[in-house]
């Protein structure tokens, strides 16, 4: 009997180590003491009676002989590689959220394809993708065009405060799983999905960076900075300390090496507050004056292309365009802009993060082969009416491989 308590409990102390819960610290029985443990077997538990034996370390000062590139890089807004800012490569990244369907693709379809750098290739983008009313041909279709497909959760859940306190488990079905899910219905490989933006920019502590050490997912964009706009902040690894400002508290401070954080760093708007998204801004010039939003563009990417070149982040809603022709338009103005700068690249996130990984000064960059992808073939299917299990409802999707049983959700990413 007492063998089997203690196999249970070492069993359970096994969990915990993969999932990052702090469920056995103490227990009411005796029987369980690490004591008695020790003096029976020789599991490894033993010699932590106090800590919770998968506390994360926390993340300390950050040490720059230490952290080194490619694989650590300390919060900074230092230039990588040490380049003198004109000879680094000025990058825009456009990043677009929520679901992909009939009625946003047309908007994507008539600004972005077919866009080019000043180096004649392609120019990038980045889709965080949340599940409900996705339609995966669709995604496949983004994907195709050679933009880049990331992950904004399954259920983009509210309130915000459900991923405040988003455990490491929650995070692993919304995020983990997820990138499961668009790659078997979407028909794209897990590889190319390497980035998270968690709904509403709430952060989760240290749980998400957790998942994402675990299931190598390469970088977060959920973590908007107001206090270093200018300069900018560069990306940056949680191997130590963050000097970031935390502006959706909880933020993680473990050491957590390898997944990289791609600050979102904040515009500026007419009144000097912050914004982390272009369609978060309160004091905005007139939604209908193109002229004014193209300048307030302008101006806001001039605060990185005349500083430290830090990535400029222009992040948006599809909705906020379309019922704004004018802020459309001015968006467009401002791409066109860009794609006739020399030293300026409009580029998907992950190519950000291969730049700084390892930095070369813009001539060499230029130089440079087009990125590649590799196109997947998409048999599209309607698939539905499909029974919501989750609220009752009834759903329809697309899909590029076969159809679910039943929508799916978190709990049951493939709708088996
Ligand atoms: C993150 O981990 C550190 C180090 O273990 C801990 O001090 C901190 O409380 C954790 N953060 C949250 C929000 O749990
Ligand atoms: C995004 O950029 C990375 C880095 O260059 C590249 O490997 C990847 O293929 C790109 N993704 C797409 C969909 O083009
Ligand atoms: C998914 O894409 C690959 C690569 O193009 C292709 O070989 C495969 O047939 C596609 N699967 C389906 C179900 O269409
Ligand atoms: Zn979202």
Same mark, same amino acid.
């Given at each position: 009997?007492?063998?089997?308590?203690?196999?249970?409990?070492?069993?359970?102390?096994?969990?915990?180590?993969?999932?990052?819960?702090?469920?056995?610290?103490?227990?009411?029985?005796?029987?369980?003491?690490?004591?008695?443990?020790?003096?029976?077997?020789?599991?490894?538990?033993?010699?932590?009676?106090?800590?919770?034996?998968?506390?994360?370390?926390?993340?300390? $000062?950050?040490?720059?002989?230490?952290?080194?590139?490619?694989?650590?890089?300390?919060?900074?807004?230092?230039?990588?590689?040490?380049?003198?800012?004109?000879?680094?490569?000025?990058?825009?990244?456009?990043?677009?959220?929520?679901?992909?369907?009939?009625?946003?693709?047309?908007?994507?379809?008539?600004?972005?394809?077919?866009?080019?750098?000043?180096?004649? #290739?392609?120019?990038?983008?980045?889709?965080?993708?949340?599940? $409900?009313?996705?339609?995966?041909?669709?995604? !496949? $279709?983004?994907?195709?065009?050679?933009?880049?497909?990331?992950?904004?959760?399954?259920?983009?859940?509210?309130?915000?405060?459900?991923?405040?306190?988003?455990?490491?488990?929650?995070?692993?079905?919304?995020?983990?799983?997820?990138?499961?899910?668009?790659?078997?219905?979407?028909?794209?490989?897990?590889?190319?999905?390497?980035?998270?933006?968690?709904?509403?920019?709430?952060?989760?502590?240290?749980?998400?960076?957790?998942?994402?050490?675990?299931?190598?997912?390469?970088?977060?964009?959920?973590?908007?900075?107001?206090?270093?706009?200018?300069?900018?902040?560069?990306?940056?690894?949680?191997?130590?300390?963050?000097?970031?400002?935390?502006?959706?508290?909880?933020?993680?401070?473990?050491?957590?090496?390898?997944?990289?954080?791609?600050?979102?760093?904040?515009?500026?708007?007419?009144?000097?507050?912050?914004?982390?998204?272009?369609?978060?801004?309160?004091?905005?010039?007139?939604? !209908?004056?193109?002229?004014?939003?193209?300048?307030?563009?302008?101006?806001?990417?001039?605060?990185?292309?005349?500083?430290?070149?830090?990535?400029?982040?222009?992040?948006?809603?599809?909705?906020?365009?379309?019922?704004?022709?004018?802020?459309?338009?001015?968006?467009?103005?401002?791409?066109?802009?860009?794609?006739?700068?020399?030293?300026?690249?409009?580029?998907?996130?992950?190519?950000?993060?291969?730049?700084?990984?390892?930095?070369?000064?813009?001539?060499?960059?230029?130089?440079?082969?087009?990125?590649?992808?590799?196109?997947?073939? #998409?048999?599209?299917?309607? #698939?539905?009416?499909?029974?919501?299990?989750? !609220?009752?409802?009834?759903?329809?999707?697309?899909?590029?491989?076969? #159809?679910?049983?039943?929508?799916?959700?978190?709990?049951?990413?493939?709708?088996?």
């Amino acid at each position: 009997m007492r063998s089997v308590v203690l196999f249970s409990y070492l069993l359970l102390g096994l969990t915990i180590t993969v999932h990052g819960q702090s469920v056995i610290v103490s227990s009411p029985d005796p029987l369980f003491t690490p004591e008695s443990v020790t003096t029976t077997t020789q599991a490894p538990i033993q010699t932590t009676p106090e800590r919770d034996p998968n506390e994360l370390p926390l993340g300390e $000062e950050c040490n720059e002989e230490l952290c080194k590139l490619p694989n650590c890089r300390c919060s900074s807004t230092d230039i990588p590689g040490g380049l003198l800012p004109r000879n680094t490569p000025q990058f825009v990244t456009i990043t677009f959220d929520d679901a992909v369907n009939v009625r946003n693709v047309m908007t994507y379809r008539s600004i972005l394809y077919g866009r080019k750098n000043s180096n004649s #290739c392609p120019a990038g983008a980045t889709f965080y993708v949340s599940h $409900e009313y996705t339609d995966y041909t669709l995604v !496949n $279709e983004l994907y195709n065009q050679g933009y880049e497909i990331a992950l904004n959760s399954i259920s983009h859940r509210t309130p915000p405060d459900y991923w405040a306190t988003a455990s490491y488990d929650v995070i692993k079905e919304e995020i983990a799983d997820q990138r499961i899910q668009i790659s078997h219905f979407a028909n794209i490989s897990i590889e190319s999905i390497k980035g998270v933006r968690l709904p509403f920019l709430q952060l989760a502590g240290n749980s998400s960076f957790q998942v994402m050490a675990d299931y190598d997912l390469d970088y977060d964009s959920s973590w908007p900075t107001s206090a270093f706009r200018e300069p900018g902040l560069w990306p940056y690894t949680l191997d130590y300390a963050s000097i970031q400002d935390c502006m959706m508290p909880p933020c993680p401070t473990a050491s957590i090496p390898k997944p990289w954080i791609q600050p979102l760093v904040s515009w500026t708007d007419l009144n000097g507050f912050p914004c982390a998204m272009a369609d978060s801004c309160h004091f905005t010039p007139d939604l !209908n004056d193109e002229n004014a939003w193209y300048q307030f563009i302008v101006s806001n990417f001039e605060r990185h292309y005349l500083g430290n070149r830090a990535p400029f982040g222009f992040h948006i809603h599809e909705w906020y365009l379309s019922s704004n022709p004018a802020v459309k338009a001015a968006f467009v103005r401002f791409m066109n802009l860009i794609s006739n700068l020399p030293d300026v690249f409009m580029v998907n996130s992950s190519e950000v993060l291969d730049w700084v990984k390892n930095p070369i000064p813009v001539d060499e960059y230029k130089a440079k082969p087009c990125r590649e992808w590799s196109r997947t073939i #998409c048999s599209s299917r309607p #698939c539905g009416p499909l029974y919501g299990e989750h !609220n009752w409802m009834i759903y329809y999707m697309s899909a590029c491989t076969v #159809c679910p049983r039943v929508y799916p959700w978190t709990g049951n990413h493939l709708g088996r």
